[in-house]
């Protein structure tokens, strides 16, 4: 049976107000990448600029039966090359957001985040999934699950700080950030929940702003107001969080993909932190969710031009 996810409905059309972004897309050169920037730019949320080998593009378009003739196209020589030159047309000005096609996730990245000729603030990068869950009231932001694998303290703050920004765009109000563990006490022999612990303080003293933050906090106690009563949870947060902060990606990717496929949840992708943000989409995403990932993207891009928050409440 098809899951509802009537978030995601929101989003789309939030950003279908708001007009298209243009998106370079980076070596989109299989059906799954074409399909994904033809629905967004077909439902009016992105004007795409395809950048890749022109022959492998074509082709694959022709295998597939997608007429990409009103799309311009960029010829580049191998997948490294989509990627600068993807990189590049934002940095000219051409585009306000990036959007991954076929190459490897390390591969746009490394172009993103290189020194001279990257997309770099002095904000670290960091990915936010935007899930859409049956039966909540909002959606829920996990991070971060594809692009940092083991943070440090400081990597921390930045990761809470694109996520909390991220949840303005979307008008989260208030942004309740839960710093997750395995427990909801500090226990120095764990130090997901020192790094809990020491976050919380710094959000007191104005290191992180925008958000009420809580933690350590367990899962259970972090979303369900009565796992967090059992446990005599005083807080804004406890049972109510709408954005979850794992201890490092393995935690966070497994806590999304749980949710999409064990509880019917839908999950749209987007990494935070460069100056403009950047669209990763995966095999397994329904249409509904690479249309959810390209609108986040849309809404976030035109936040940055002229510094509002789009999305209604």
């Known amino acids: 049976?098809?899951?509802?996810?009537?978030?995601?409905?929101?989003?789309?059309?939030?950003?279908?107000?708001a007009g298209p972004a243009t998106v370079a897309v980076a070596?989109?050169?299989?059906?799954?990448?074409l399909e994904s920037a033809l629905d967004a730019a077909?439902?009016?949320?992105?004007?795409?600029?395809?950048?890749?080998?022109?022959?492998?593009?074509r082709q694959a378009a022709d295998a597939a039966h997608l007429d990409i003739s009103a799309l311009p196209l960029i010829d580049t020589e191998h997948s490294h090359a989509s990627a600068a030159r993807a990189v590049e047309l934002v940095r000219e000005g051409h585009a306000t957001a990036l959007m991954?096609?076929?190459?490897?996730?390390?591969?746009l990245m490394g172009a993103v985040v290189a020194t001279a000729t990257g997309l770099r603030t002095a904000r670290r990068l960091s990915h936010c999934f935007v899930m859409d869950v049956p039966g909540r009231a909002e959606p829920l932001i996990i991070t971060d699950a594809a692009v940092n694998i083991t943070p440090t303290l400081?990597?921390?703050?930045?990761?809470?700080?694109?996520?909390?920004?991220?949840?303005?765009?979307?008008?989260?109000?208030?942004?309740?950030?839960?710093?997750?563990?395995?427990?909801?006490?500090?226990?120095?022999?764990?130090?997901?929940?020192?790094?809990?612990?020491?976050l919380c303080k710094m959000a007191d003293r104005g290191q992180i702003t925008g958000a009420?933050?809580?933690?350590?906090?367990?899962?259970?106690?972090?979303?369900?107001?009565?796992?967090?009563?059992?446990?005599?949870?005083?807080?804004?947060?406890?049972?109510?969080?709408?954005?979850?902060?794992?201890?490092?990606?393995?935690?966070?990717?497994?806590?999304?993909?749980?949710?999409?496929?064990?509880?019917?949840?839908?999950?749209?992708?987007?990494?935070?932190?460069?100056?403009?943000?950047?669209?990763?989409?995966?095999?397994?995403?329904?249409v509904q969710a690479r249309l959810a990932s390209c609108a986040v993207a849309v809404l976030v891009a035109h936040s940055k031009l002229s510094g509002t928050r789009i999305l209604g409440g």
């Open 1 to 17: 049976m098809e899951v509802s996810h009537p978030h995601y409905d929101k989003l789309i059309a939030a950003a279908r107000q």
């Open 27 to 33: 070596h989109p050169c299989d059906r799954n990448a």
């Open 42 to 57: 077909n439902m009016g949320i992105i004007n795409p600029i395809l950048v890749g080998p022109q022959a492998r593009i």
């Open 100 to 107: 991954k096609g076929s190459l490897h996730t390390d591969e």
């Open 154 to 198: 400081t990597d921390k703050v930045d990761i809470i700080q694109n996520a909390i920004d991220l949840a303005q765009v979307l008008r989260f109000d208030p942004v309740k950030v839960a710093i997750l563990a395995a427990v909801e006490t500090v226990n120095p022999k764990m130090p997901s929940t020192i790094d809990a612990a020491a």
């Open 212 to 286: 009420l933050l809580d933690g350590p906090l367990a899962m259970d106690n972090a979303i369900d107001p009565e796992a967090a009563a059992i446990k005599h949870l005083v807080s804004p947060v406890a049972g109510q969080a709408n954005v979850l902060v794992a201890p490092d990606l393995e935690a966070g990717n497994m806590l999304a993909k749980s949710l999409t496929f064990m509880a019917g949840a839908s999950a749209a992708g987007i990494v935070l932190g460069a100056r403009v943000p950047v669209i990763l989409t995966s095999r397994a995403d329904t």
